[in-house]
């Protein structure tokens, strides 16, 4: 069964680096998803992705995130000089289309960040 | 702004039956989903609700009242296997439908 998946699993970086989270969606599909999730909290949204450009995006995704689909198969998550609290776990995830009502989202197993 | 309440802990035994609540008050309403995820993992689709009703998969059915902007979780059998963190979540009526989650209930099953 096709699944997204992540890379790296997890990732150390120090204060103000910049690092960059790599999802590889499943490959018909058409909409791609970030979230995040702080540890012991919920699953928070970032950003939506749509016909190669931002669809939607929350007050959490400022100048400090961008996202990029640089070929037909990746789709990047760039955190620009992070802090502290940008360590949590970050999903990935990808949905097929609206079309027939397919609104299961598919979510990769998840990048844990740990910044020091 | 959106907002979801769903009880934070469920407790319950070995092969009983469960049900997790969740309201809502959000805008652009479209659609309610269920999540599960075990500790360290990824949430994993269980339904979703587009339309008034109940939908059942095997163990699991989701319902939802529109009119009431409420819906619940059923868990029927339950096994061990079920502790796990249930979220529900609206899906918003925006072209790429994005989702957003309740806090999370922690269901644990007993022997």
């Known amino acids: 069964e096709p699944e997204v998946t992540q890379t790296p699993s997890h990732q150390v970086t120090q204060m103000g680096q910049e690092v960059i989270l790599r999802c590889v969606p499943i490959s018909n599909h058409l909409y791609f998803y970030w979230y995040r999730q702080i540890l012991g909290q919920k699953v928070e949204f970032l950003v939506s992705f749509y016909n190669n450009e931002i669809s939607e995006k929350s007050e959490i995704f400022d100048d400090q995130f961008s996202v990029e689909r640089p070929d037909g198969s990746n789709f990047t998550l760039k955190i620009r000089s992070t802090k502290l609290e940008d360590s949590a776990m970050y999903f990935c995830?990808?949905?097929?289309?609206?079309?027939?009502?397919?609104?299961?989202?598919?979510f990769g197993p998840g990048t844990r960040l740990l910044v020091l | 702004g959106q907002s979801l309440e769903q009880p934070s802990e469920v407790t319950a035994v070995e092969g009983a039956i469960v049900q997790i609540n969740c309201t809502y008050q959000t805008s652009g309403f479209y659609g309610l989903s269920w999540y599960q995820q075990h500790d360290g993992g990824a949430p994993t689709f269980l339904s979703y609700n587009g339309l008034d009703g109940l939908e059942e998969t095997g163990r699991f059915s989701s319902f939802l009242s529109r009119s009431d902007s409420y819906g619940y979780l059923l868990l029927q059998e339950l096994q061990m296997k079920d502790s796990a963190s249930y979220f529900c979540?609206?899906?918003?009526?925006?072209?790429?439908?994005?989702?957003?989650f309740g806090d999370g209930t922690t269901l644990t099953v007993k022997p």
């Open positions: 979540a609206v899906r918003q009526d925006t072209n790429a439908g994005k989702s957003t």
């Open positions: 995830a990808s949905r097929r289309s609206t079309s027939g009502g397919l609104e299961t989202q598919y």
